[in-house]
């Protein structure tokens, strides 16, 4: 079950829940592996030679393919107002912004905003469930792992990959740079991250929720119900209390 | 495809250290504001007295990397309840040591997050850092600020301060909606609880860290 209750409130997850940690720290590991074998050292590769207009007309693109999704996501989410601003970002970027290299739409004023399936569910007050790490993708939970499964389905371009060799070509491509563009993107901060960290796999796990709760409030500040209750067992009010004993 | 979730939170471990410092001079926060609290200095001012202090002593290029260390630590001090901050990021394990070895640990954690981030003032060329508005949610007072670079959106950062004997001490501190204090207190309960619940074995990787 995704959750014992649904609301009208935006789901924040407030503490850590890993039943299937031994697994995950296992999966974990194998990812770091991988990612240290293929993904890193692409994106190394990626980082020293390509110049940076490259790299902006690289992240605009990734952006792009992504924009139909937004779109139906905030849709779903009943914003018809941002459904219709990513979805004009979609037009006027394939567009004028020579498919999705250049992003126009923000020059315009439209800045760019990602929904996905699982900010969706969130929206309705579904919590993330169990924290999954997931093969090759990396952090994920159950909630957010199903959003990926629907956003999947219903992302325009795995329709069109199923008909046309050119959708899929683009599909591979698009997803190909995407996973090189992330990893370009996070290099410097993962690296100092994994030097400075005690316990990787947790302050990951920590950092992921902290993010997507973010995501969900749509970066707004978070509700004062919502701040006092950082932790189900210890929070600031806590601290203070045992401070002064 | 997930991945790009962490690429922000990895990026505000990083401007933490740089968020510290920076020029504090371009907005300041309305004066009304600042009376209604009544109290002699407002949490914004705080701040911005911090980032005026840490910009002069630690920015300074020809400083060696234990001298910056220090200053970072002596910073702490003055502009962090550390106290309140070491139960926070212990959790309910707090309880499991002496008030004798919560200090130790709060040497520890500073000289950990000296480490790990007061380096990064060594490569201030720029940046901006600018002091916004005051929030009052429950007992705490919320400071918005921004970290503005030259190449790159800038870094929203929140300092959460309350006080303490008439005046403000932070106690954590945001960067683009994720905690500090949250992701250490999740790491370092993670550590001790994959060690039977036993702080020593944090204190024991902490020090292998920090060679204290």
Redesign the interface.
């Known amino acids: 079950m995704l959750t014992a209750c649904a609301s009208t409130e935006p789901a924040q997850d407030t ?2 829940y890993d039943p299937l940690e031994p697994v995950n720290r296992v999966v974990h590991g194998v990812n770091g592996a991988v990612d240290f074998m293929v993904l890193y050292p692409a994106a190394m590769w990626y980082r020293d030679i390509a110049p940076q207009p490259v790299k902006t007309s690289v992240a605009s693109f990734v952006r792009n393919i992504n924009e139909p999704l937004n779109s139906f996501n905030a849709l779903l989410q009943g914003d018809p107002d941002q459904a219709a601003a990513s979805f004009q970002r979609f037009i006027m970027n394939s567009t004028i912004g020579l498919l999705g290299f250049n992003d126009v739409a923000t020059d315009f004023g439209i800045p760019y905003r990602r929904e996905d399936f699982g900010q969706t569910l969130a929206h309705y007050g579904i919590g993330g469930g169990p924290y999954i790490v ?1 093969p090759l ?4 939970n159950l909630r ?1 792992t199903t959003g ?1 499964a629907v956003d999947y389905v219903a992302n325009p371009l795995t329709w069109g990959a199923e008909n046309s060799d050119t959708a899929e070509a683009l599909y591979w491509g698009s ?1 190909g740079l ?2 090189l563009h ?2 370009y ?2 290099i ?3 690296n ?2 994994q030097k ?4 990787y ?8 929720r ?6 969900i ?1 749509n ?1 707004a ?2 509700p ?1 119900s919502a ?2 209750d ?2 189900a ?2 929070d ?5 209390e ?2 002064s004993q | 495809m997930a991945n790009n979730k962490i690429a922000i939170p990895a990026a505000a471990m990083i401007a933490i250290a740089a968020a510290w410092s920076g020029h504090a001079s371009a907005t300041s926060l309305s004066s009304d504001v600042v009376a209604e609290v009544a109290v002699e200095t407002s949490a914004a001012d705080v701040i911005k007295t911090m980032a005026d202090q840490a910009m002069v002593e630690l920015t300074d290029h020809t400083l060696a990397d234990d001298v910056r260390r220090e200053k970072f630590v002596s910073l702490m001090d003055r502009y962090f309840e550390m106290d309140v901050v070491s139960r926070f990021v212990l959790g309910r394990y707090w309880r499991t040591i002496s008030n004798q070895e919560i200090e130790e640990f709060s040497v520890l954690l500073q000289n950990y997050l000296a480490l790990n981030y007061a380096n990064q003032f060594k490569e201030f060329n720029g940046e901006q850092f600018v002091v916004g508005d005051e929030t009052q949610k429950n007992k705490d007072t919320f400071v918005d600020s921004q970290f503005v670079r030259p190449d790159g959106p800038p870094i929203n950062i929140v300092w959460r301060m309350r006080m303490f004997d008439d005046s403000y001490k932070i106690i954590d501190v945001s960067i683009e909606g994720l905690s500090m204090g949250i992701t250490q207190r999740d790491e370092f309960t993670s550590v001790i609880q994959q060690n039977n619940d036993d702080v020593g074995a944090l204190t024991a990787a902490l020090k292998a860290k920090t060679g204290l």
């Open positions: 503490s850590d997931l993708i990396g952090p994920s957010d990926i997803l995407t996973a992330t990893r993107a996070t410097n901060q993962l100092e991250l400075s960290s005690i316990d796999y947790a302050a990951l796990r920590s950092l992921y902290q993010q997507r709760n973010t995501l409030r970066g500040p978070a004062a701040v006092e950082e932790s067992s210890f600031f009010d806590d601290a203070v045992a401070a």
